[in-house]
């Protein structure tokens, strides 16, 4: 009875503190006039800062035009080229495009210059560009047998477009003599997002030469396409294939770098989208390298992380010939599977082990099968149904346990007080009575155990699912991303830092669903031991933090959450008003207790070291 008004009133209190609060918000809301003024203020402060960002970081590729009109200036560069002098210089682009991706290749250095989506759009609707305005950088390193040090950035390429079957194919070549060059092909397919580029180069075997490797350097910075640019960051992340299919990362979170053999593929994720540059035949070797860019959620600031990798090109020969393939495009697992003798769809963030395995081959087709029917919000609620009846029979045990246990409480009780100055025989006498009624203490944790893998594939589907890029539902614009019902421009130490400067209304729901289900579940049950902290507080205490951790995390997830566990307290109330009847249980406890048991080896085991223990007590 105590229990029960202890409860109540922990209840009541959370009520009472949460009206506090919102009352303490309201009183404290700045006026119309005082966020027209902080707004501004900010404004000016973000776009400070991103102007110092843009002087430090915000061009990779800043090597400076040929004025070719300067006939001086032209001759001296050709003259510090040496033999790669002989192609006129010339600052055009070309254009390779088809449905779904746009590229601009410059004649200067022979690199992909722009790389657009033509299918979508970021969250202020401007085109997804993942190369523009000097982001990035490609180019060989290499000397030359004139004693020259040369990297193919500084050089000018001659095209020529052709059409082979349908396929986009343009050759840029950085001549030494008519028939002697370096040539770069890039071949584009219609309605593809992968674009195969060979590095070639003929007669060059007498002016490359070996005293320095041959080294690929390719840089790029990742273009902001989210509304925050923190969470956005949490989930870019350079990812790549090495050592006969081994998957690696660099952190998400810090600066990073590793130097690895034999890469197969290298993916700069930009959440949503990847550039990825993938071999035939693997690098021998690759230094790479990951530097985070933010370090606060900013408005302005459009970069997130800073990529480069340095790939060591091997001569045949003394010539190059190496086949890559560039993908520009969505980091989507349907796009992705198309390139299955690359193995690109592994550069997707699915989870580790057999929860990545869950989420790719359970939770991905299953949520795009629905999604194909029913629109993205509403497909999420029946996906969570349909789990939530899938794993009804594991919530049935697990409330069938916590009956048993509760029935069986008396008797632990009597036992705690017989043996109050006794532990060893607390313990062992408490042991024996779970034997003879044929109930496991356990038996409460392994449903929660079997459910962590679900639990675990769900938080990585839902912020990584690009089937939910963009998808709105009821007031949530992007289902990938948090949704608002509030926010303020004010700069809150510790809030901000933690919770952010918005309010969002899914996780409030979640943590109310889950505040009742662990009432529910474990709130009459769950005693207070002298010197062991108060669990009925933690309890509590769980759904608050997720409240403040799932602010920020995609609202699909706390949609999710909330209707799971709406349901599940459902599916509960009828287990334990229509289909569980204690008095039955009761009952078969006490047949149970009359039938002798056998014991395992390990319980045979277990009581021989507690009578030991016990025997040695008294002696």
Known sequence: MEEKKFDVQSIIGFVLIFGILIFMFYQNQPTPEELEAEKAKQEQVEAAKASENSETATVINDVPQLDLQDSTAVANYQGKLGAFGFTKPSNDITTLENDVLLLKISNKGGQIVEAKMKQFVTYDSIPVYLIKDGNASFGLDFATSDNRTLNTQDLYFEPTMTNDNGNQVLSLKAKTSSNQYLEYRYEMKPDDYLVDFTIKSKGLDNIISSSKPVQLDWKQKGIRHSKSIKYENRYTRLTYNHEDGKISKLSEGSDDDETEEDVKWISYRQHFFSSILAADEPFKSGDLTSVNLVEEESKTFGFTKEYASALPVELEGGEISKDLHWYFGPTDVDTLSKYEDLGLVDSIPFGWGIFGWINRYVFTPFYGLISTYFPYGIAIVIMTILVRLAMSPVTYKSYLSQAKMKVLKPEITELGEKYKDNAM???????????????????????????????????????????????PFLWADDLSSYDT??????????????????????????????????????????????????????????????????????????????????????????????????????????????????????????REMMEQAEAQKKN
């Open 485 to 606: 019902i509030f926010e303020w421009t004010t700069n809150i130490p510790i809030i901000s830092t933690f919770y952010g400067n918005h309010v969002s209304l899914f996780p409030i729901l979640a943590s109310i669903a889950i505040f009742f289900y662990m009432m529910m579940t474990t709130g009459q049950n769950m005693p207070t031991q002298p010197g062991m902290p108060n669990m009925k507080f933690i309890m509590y205490l769980m759904p608050f933090m997720m409240l403040i951790f799932f602010n920020n995390y995609a609202s699909g997830l706390s949609l999710y959450y909330f209707v799971s566990n709406t349901i599940t307290i459902g599916i509960m109330l009828v287990i334990k008003n229509v289909i569980i009847d204690n008095d039955k249980i009761h009952a078969q406890i006490q047949e149970n207790k009359k039938k002798p048991k056998k014991e395992n080896k390990f319980q045979k085991k277990m």
């Open 425 to 471: 025989k607390k313990q062992q006498e408490t042991m024996k009575l779970y034997g003879k009624a044929g109930v496991s203490p356990m038996s409460g944790c392994i449903p929660a155990v079997i459910q962590m893998p679900i639990f675990y594939a769900l938080f990585m589907f839902f912020p990584t699912s690009f089937a939910l890029r963009q998808k």
